[in-house]
Nanobody, 115 residues
């Protein structure tokens, strides 16, 4: 059974930073592409950033230059460093595989950016 547990969210002001973590149980972590997703109020879930097992990354245009995804395969953990946060980054952030596996969705972590 695979579990993904997100943490690190919070309430910050615009321009500040947060670092999200996603801890994965199970043996699948190191062999798959992992990603961060977010769902803002009233909007559909969107892909924020993804990272391959070797470290190649992709980002949504809205976060390029501000967010950095990384992973530590020895710790089964993927991170999302978020800098220069904007109010429009407010959302619940989730990690999952890329492409997603429905059974792996966790509770997410809330990020709220005040203006």
């Amino acid at each position: 059974q695979v579990q993904l547990v997100e943490s690190g969210g919070g309430l910050v002001q615009a321009g500040e930073s947060l670092r999200l973590s996603c801890a994965a149980s199970g043996r699948i972590f190191s062999i798959y592409r992992m990603a961060w997703y977010r769902r803002a109020p009233g909007k559909q879930r969107e892909l924020v950033a993804s990272i391959s097992r070797s470290g190649s990354t992709n980002y949504a245009d809205s976060v390029k230059g501000r967010f950095t995804i990384s992973r530590d395969n020895t710790k089964n953990t993927v991170y999302l460093q978020m800098n220069s946060l904007k109010p429009e980054d407010t959302a619940v952030y989730y990690c999952n595989l890329d492409p997603t596996v429905s059974a792996y969705w966790g509770q997410g972590t809330q990020v709220t950016v005040s203006s």
